[in-house]
């Protein structure tokens, strides 16, 4: 399978920046889709950003201008930018990633993971 480490949260001042990080572990085929969704307390999990593997990419209304999604291939790492930091964006952040992978046996399946969260704090 295909298992994700995400790193990079952390308490921050309103207007500050982090950059979040997911690095996929496993042998990837390709990818299908990936995006960073983030869940506040008592809300649902809202997509933040996504890019497909062509790098077209696409975010929530609220983080456009601030943030940015990238990836570096050679890495098989997931990054997210966030700049201008404001509290309504403190929530833990999830990586997700889809797409097919190759097991030991040579054989192709397709894979759905998520990291295992990584909490952002934007202090006012």
């Known amino acids: 399978q295909v298992q994700l480490g995400e790193s990079g949260g952390d308490l921050v001042q309103f207007g500050g920046s982090l950059r979040l990080s997911c690095a996929a572990s496993?042998?990837?085929?390709?990818?299908?889709?990936l995006g960073w969704y983030r869940q506040a307390p008592g809300k649902q999990r809202d997509l933040v950003a996504a890019?497909?593997?062509?790098?077209?990419?696409n975010y929530a209304d609220s983080v456009k201008d601030r943030f940015t999604i990238y990836r570096d291939s050679a890495k098989d790492t997931l990054y997210l930018q966030m700049n201008s930091l404001k509290p309504e964006d403190t929530a833990v952040y999830y990586c997700?990633?889809?797409?097919?992978?190759?097991?030991?046996?040579?054989?192709?399946?397709?894979?759905?993971?998520w990291g295992q969260g990584t909490q952002v704090t934007v202090a006012p």
């Open positions: 997700n990633v889809n797409g097919t992978y190759r097991s030991r046996t040579g054989h192709y399946w397709p894979f759905v993971s």
């Open positions: 496993g042998t990837i085929y390709k990818y299908s889709a």
């Open positions: 890019i497909t593997p062509d790098g077209t990419t």
